[in-house]
């Protein structure tokens, strides 16, 4: 491991406790351990743009640790993270869990990059990967999980439609974003009632030292969407629901 042991272990217990997070030293070794890997392999691709260890423990694990936080309000089984680009928040998910999940991103180099992970992780065993478009992937996943996370990819009525699919009833979509217009959450909401989730809660948290706002959307599904999905890849995106 290149990171400081002793300063970072710190630094990620100091910071997790101010949200009320308590990490085991297995926990901390994995995070941190995830962390070191994610800065060595970006020197030859570019997963992240955060390379200090400082900031990247703050950016990435802390604000991975809060969509768990959140998460953690109800039990969940089995997860999925679009999106996941270096394993934000899938890896931290599925480390402070001991639950089944999947993450998704359609870079196909990324994903490659996070596989390498999850087994020097020793997390292989019950964490996947896929580099499927999530419309393509939720064609064949049609209600598989109780929880589905998005951190920071796409607007979130985009987001929800690509989401409703895959939740089983009851299931949570949690997005995660650094800030959130009231347009774009009204949105959203539009776009939830047509794809059968709820509007549940809107999770808000400073990120330690001014490193920054984050807001944690959460909505529940209730009932089977109003319009068939998913839809065509790329209608969700380019022609939203609202």
Sequence with gaps: MFIDNNSAHKQLETEASIFNISLSSTQKDLLLQHLDLLIEKNKVLNLTRITDVESAIRLHI?????????????NFFH??????????????????????????DSVAKKVIAVSEFLNVLGLSNRIQVSSDRVEEYAVSHIKEFDLVSARAVAPLASLVEYA????????????????ITNEELTSGIKAAKLCGLKYVSRETYELPSNSGHRELVVFKKMKEPLVKLPRANGMAKNKPLA
Excluded: R, W
């Excluded at 802390?62 to 109800?74: G, H, R, T, W």
């Design 62 to 74: 802390i604000d991975s640790l809060l969509v768990y936080k959140v998460a953690s309000f109800d």
């Design 79 to 104: 997860f999925l993270d679009i999106g996941t680009g270096g394993g934000f928040p899938g890896i931290p998910l599925a480390i402070m869990s001991n639950v089944e999940g999947i993450l998704l």
């Design 164 to 179: 409703s699919p895959l939740l089983s009833i009851n299931g949570k979509f949690i997005a995660a974003k650094a800030q």
